[in-house]
């Protein structure tokens, strides 16, 4: 039973580029849920998605950041004309269902942006 | 609003030595408390979690914490610390239908 499949575990940007992430949630989950850890800092909650719905983005910045989960396929984040404050570790979390069940995480994508 | 302070961004035990790592939680409605576990370049591992049921949560690797109200205390315990135990450790909250507020992290070393 495979966890929660994150790709690629390392992205290396220039800035102005854009960034994609994808996030594979467990099976027969369909909660899927993006941190942002920046270094020397706990996890900060970004977006919480179900299948082709957006459940909150409270924590998404308002410019170039954007984020699916589409019917079929991964949930993907994606970071436009990335800059150099973007470099950070991209958590994916996924869960059955909402309200106090266990999020699994996936081992995370390092951006850096040169 | 839901927040997460933990005392002690670094803590230092001697191998076999008692562990404890704290956890303070604000809460405006009754929490879900987790405790995560993150070992170098990997993502979070779950050590253990409070849902309102028993105070006292036993989790993976001897790991245990106390839910104590009147403190709004989470903190996490091991009788004796091991040299794999040394990783970063995460106290985070929920209220069930809202996504995790994690705390800073305390990164415990383990000294032989």
């Known amino acids: 039973n495979a966890g929660v499949m994150q790709n690629p575990r390392h992205l290396v940007r220039r800035r102005g580029q854009e960034a994609r992430l994808r996030c594979s949630p467990m099976?027969?989950?369909?909660?899927v849920y993006w941190y942002r850890q920046l270094p020397e800092e706990g996890l900060k909650f970004m977006v919480y998605?179900?299948?082709?719905?957006?459940?909150?983005e409270s924590g998404m910045p308002k410019e170039r950041f954007s984020a699916e989960f589409p019917k079929e396929g991964p949930s993907i984040l994606r970071i436009q004309q990335v800059v150099r404050g973007d470099s950070a570790a991209y958590f994916c979390?996924?869960?059955?269902?909402?309200?106090?069940?266990?999020?699994?995480f996936g081992a995370g994508t390092r951006l850096s942006v040169l | 609003a839901q927040s997460v302070t933990q005392l002690g961004s670094h803590v230092s035990v001697s191998e076999g030595a008692l562990v404890l790592l704290r956890c303070n939680y604000s809460?405006?409605?009754?929490?879900?408390l987790f405790w995560y576990v993150q070992y170098p370049n990997q993502g979070l591992q779950l050590l253990l979690k409070?849902?309102?049921?028993?105070?006292l949560v036993k989790g993976i690797n001897g790991f245990e914490a106390e839910f104590k109200k009147s403190e709004t205390s989470f903190h996490l315990t091991k009788p004796s610390a091991h040299m794999s135990d040394a990783a970063e450790y995460f106290c985070?909250?929920?209220?069930?239908?809202?996504?995790?507020?994690f705390g800073k992290g305390t990164r415990l070393s383990v000294i032989a």
């Open positions: 099976k027969g989950h369909s909660h």
């Open positions: 979390a996924s869960s059955p269902a909402s309200g106090g069940d266990i999020q699994y």
């Open positions: 409070y849902t309102s049921a028993a105070t």
């Open positions: 998605l179900q299948k082709e719905n957006i459940i909150d």
């Open positions: 985070a909250v929920s209220s069930g239908n809202t996504p995790l507020v």
């Open positions: 809460s405006s409605v009754p929490p879900y």
